[in-house]
């Protein structure tokens, strides 16, 4: 078993990484999602216990993966986890960076969910608000529980589709 300790280093690496990453400017493209092809991969939730009870069919483990795009003067980072204990609890992580000077009011990140071959699952957005200039924002959402529970319906991959803003 990995401790907390070592999970929390691998998950600041992970971060300084992403950070760098979207320092360098991305290929323009009119669709995020085009940027982003292949699968993300499961990981588990950093804050689940040790002791938690694995799932009968848990999927692979693919453990500090970030995705990164940018998006004009936008910056946007996730990734997203199951629970170890609740088979059915999936978690988006997304962190927009505002690399621009004017402030902005509302942030819309819309994913597209995929199943485990490839057939898409439907859509998960979130949203954020008053992202000041030069500054960056989190958040964390729950996503349906359809898109954790082990049938058809498991979300296996997951891409930004849309960033809307204002």
Known sequence: MVSAGVLLVLIVLVSALAVRLLSTPAANSDNAADMLAGRFGWQWC????????????????????????????????????????????????????????????????????????????????????????????????KLPTQFGDWTKWTAWSMKLANVDTN
């Open 46 to 141: 950093p804050e689940e216990s040790a002791s938690a009870v694995t799932p009968p069919r848990a999927a692979p483990i693919e453990t500090g993966k970030v995705r990164t795009v940018r998006q004009g003067a936008l910056g946007v980072e996730w990734f997203w986890c199951r629970s170890k204990s609740r088979g059915d609890l999936v978690v988006l992580h997304a962190r927009v960076t505002n690399y621009g000077s004017d402030a902005i009011d509302r942030v819309l990140l819309d994913f597209s969910l995929y199943g485990e071959d490839d057939s898409f699952l439907g859509h998960h957005s979130v949203a954020m608000r008053k992202l000041e200039g030069h500054g960056s924002s989190s958040v964390e959402d």
